[in-house]
């Protein structure tokens, strides 16, 4: 079992920063990856950035240039975020995603950017 506590978040206007950090516990070692999906009012939860044990980084086309995600240690991830835009609001979930298995989630955060 692995247990994701994330901060952060919270009301920015359009162009503004905000930063994210999730810290895990319990089971996390061996090699896996640690990021960020985030759920819109009304839509499915998707993919934003990870960042593996290998410092392996993808992200999603809607933020790339914008969000910066890096790793402290095995246990804990940031998410730094910039030029934000009303279409970034959203609640935002930490994963773990372990070498197998399904993995296992944070309870979000929610992150409003106003116009």
């Known amino acids: 079992q692995v247990q994701l506590v994330e901060s952060g978040g919270g009301l920015v206007q359009a162009g503004g920063s905000l930063n994210l950090s999730c810290s895990a516990s319990?089971?996390?070692?061996?090699?896996?990856?640690m990021g960020w999906y985030r759920q819109a009012p009304g839509d499915r939860r998707k993919f934003t950035t990870t960042?593996?044990?290998?410092?392996?980084i993808y992200y999603s086309d809607s933020v790339k240039g914008r969000f910066t995600i890096s790793r402290d240690g095995v246990n804990s991830v940031h998410l730094q975020m910039k030029s934000l835009k009303a279409e970034d609001t959203a609640v935002y979930f930490c994963?773990?995603?372990?070498?197998?298995?399904?993995?296992?989630w944070g309870k979000g955060t929610q992150v409003t950017v106003s116009s």
């Open positions: 319990g089971n996390t070692g061996g090699y896996n990856a």
């Open positions: 994963k773990f995603i372990p070498e197998t298995g399904a993995g296992y």
């Open positions: 960042i593996d044990t290998n410092g392996e």
